[in-house]
T-cell receptor, first 113, second 110 residues
Framework: DSGVTQTPKHLITATGQRVTLRCSPRSGDLSVYWYQQSLDQGLQFLIQYYNGEERAKGNILERFSAQQFPDLHSELNLSSLELGDSALYFC????????????FGNGTRLTVT | QQQVKQSPQSLIVQKGGISIINCAYENTAFDYFPWYQQFPGKGPALLIAIRPDVSEKKEGRFTISFNKSAKQFSLHIMDSQPGDSATYFCAASSARQLTFGSGTQLTVLP
C-alpha cells in the first residue's frame, strides 16, 4: 500500500459532463502530481502542486484544472468531457521535488460514453 | 527534449532468464533516473533509481546500467520470475518534472 488514496476507483459519465477526481497524498508528503495513462500514450504528466501552489505543468488541457487544498489533498477537475478523455488518472505524492520517490495511488478509471 | 524513449514495447522471457529493457534520453539536464513497476489494476511503484554520477546500481536481482555519454540507461532483471511479469517504466527527472518512457510489458513464462 503506497499510502496514496484516490477516489472514486471507477467513473462512468457522458460526453460534455464534468467530473472531479480526488487524491489524498501519503502522510507527510507535500507534493502532489497528476498523471493520465492511456493505452497509446503511456503515462502523461499533467500537473504538480507543492504545498498548495502549482509547481509544474505538463500536457494538461485547458478543460482540465486542479488544485491542492490546505490539508494537502488534491482534486482534478475534468470538464466538457470527450470520448478521448477516457483513461486511467493517477495521483502521486512525494516528500519534496520530483527526485524524491513518487508514490502512486491505484488510479481512477474514467470512462466517457 | 523532454522525451524518454523506451524499448522494447513487450518482452517475453523464460523463467530464470535475463530481462533487459532499454531507455534513451536527449535532455542532458536530467539528473535522476528511476524505474517503476506496475501490476494490473495498481499504480506504478518505484523499483530502483540511479543518478548520473554512477554507472551501475544493483538491488537484489535488479540492476540499472547507466551510460552518460550515450545518454542511455537500462534495467536488467536477473533470474526472471513469473512474479516479475508486469509493465516497467523508465523515467527521467529534471526541474522537478518526471518524464516517463512508454513502458515495457514483461511476461516471464514458467
Amino acid at each position: 500500500d503506497s499510502g496514496v488514496t484516490q477516489t472514486p476507483k471507477h467513473l462512468i459519465t457522458a460526453t460534455g459532463q464534468r467530473v472531479t477526481l480526488r487524491c489524498s497524498p501519503r502522510s507527510g508528503d507535500l507534493s502532489v502530481y497528476w498523471y493520465q495513462q492511456s493505452l497509446d500514450q503511456g503515462l502523461q504528466f499533467l500537473i504538480q502542486y507543492y504545498n498548495g501552489e502549482e509547481r509544474a505543468k505538463g500536457n494538461i488541457l485547458e478543460r482540465f484544472s486542479a488544485q491542492q487544498f490546505p490539508d494537502l489533498h488534491s482534486e482534478l477537475n475534468l470538464s466538457s468531457l470527450e470520448l478521448g478523455d477516457s483513461a486511467l488518472y493517477f495521483c502521486a505524492s512525494s516528500l519534496h521535488a520530483a527526485d524524491s520517490p513518487l508514490h502512486f495511488g491505484n488510479g481512477t478509471r474514467l470512462t466517457v460514453t | 527534449q523532454q522525451q524518454v524513449k523506451q524499448s522494447p514495447q513487450s518482452l517475453i522471457v523464460q523463467k530464470g532468464g535475463i530481462s533487459i529493457i532499454n531507455c534513451a534520453y536527449e535532455n542532458t539536464a536530467f539528473d535522476y533516473f528511476p524505474w517503476y513497476q506496475q501490476f494490473p489494476g495498481k499504480g506504478p511503484a518505484l523499483l530502483i533509481a540511479i543518478r548520473p554520477d554512477v554507472s551501475e546500481k544493483k538491488e537484489g536481482r535488479f540492476t540499472i546500467s547507466f551510460n552518460k555519454s550515450a545518454k542511455q540507461f537500462s534495467l536488467h532483471i536477473m533470474d526472471s520470475q513469473p512474479g516479475d511479469s508486469a509493465t516497467y517504466f523508465c523515467a527521467a527527472s529534471s526541474a522537478r518534472q518526471l518524464t516517463f518512457g512508454s513502458g515495457t510489458q514483461l511476461t516471464v513464462l514458467p
